[in-house]
Structure formats: structure tokens, C-alpha cells
């Protein structure tokens, strides 16, 4: 798992006209199946998602709730996928990042 820093995903997302949100989705996907012992599967994610319009973007965004609550943190799957479904899906990319670095030094510590 990675410390990154939320606001330069939040600006970099904007001014690469949402392409950096790609490498943050595939990067937040690996880490946490990575720490939770499973294959790591982001870029197939992301093919998933552009294959079913869009559909398996939302499964996965609720799933990651569930990841994360794997990894020890707090499950806000709902959260995460309402704030999508209603186009504020970078404010959800935001929550779980900031639940990753919450769990970072948990997990170093361990």
C-alpha cells in the first residue's frame, strides 16, 4: 500500500482530462488486492469497465469497500458507490485513498 497524496491525484486527474484517474483506479485496485492476497487486476478493471459502458465501474467501486474493510479499515461500499452513480465519483476515488493512508502506517507497523 501506497501514501499518496490526494490533492495532486484530484489536480492531476483534472488537468490530464481525467486520464491520471486510470492509473489511480488501477494503482488503489492493485495495492489493495495485493495486501488482501489476491491477483492483482486493476488494468482488467478498467477494460471491464469501458467493455460494460461503465457498469462494472460501480460494481468495483463498491466491492473496494469491502477490500478495504479486508485490509482493516471501515466499509463505506454504499458511500462510495452513491457518490458515483450521482457523477461524484473523484470524491470516492478521494475516500479511499484517504482510507489507504489511514491503513498505511497501521499496516507497516504490523
Known amino acids: ?6 490533492a495532486l491525484c484530484i489536480i492531476l486527474t483534472f488537468v490530464t482530462c481525467g486520464i491520471y484517474s486510470l492509473f489511480w483506479n488501477v494503482n488503489l485496485n492493485n495495492d489493495f488486492a495485493e495486501h488482501n492476497g489476491k ?3 486493476g488494468w482488467m478493471m478498467i477494460f471491464l469497465s469501458i467493455i460494460t459502458c461503465g457498469i462494472y465501474y460501480f ?6 469497500g469491502e477490500e478495504i474493510e479486508k485490509a ?3 466499509n463505506e461500499g454504499i458511500a462510495y458507490l452513491l457518490l ?5 465519483g473523484i470524491i470516492a476515488m478521494a475516500l479511499i485513498q484517504h482510507q489507504e493512508n489511514e491503513l498505511c502506517p497501521k499496516i507497516e507497523n504490523l
Open 84 to 88: 458515483s452513480l450521482f457523477g461524484f
Open 1 to 6: 500500500m501506497k501514501n499518496r497524496n490526494i
Open 72 to 74: 482493516g479499515g471501515k
Open 59 to 64: 460494481v468495483w467501486i463498491y466491492r473496494m
Open 39 to 41: 491477483e492483482k487486476n
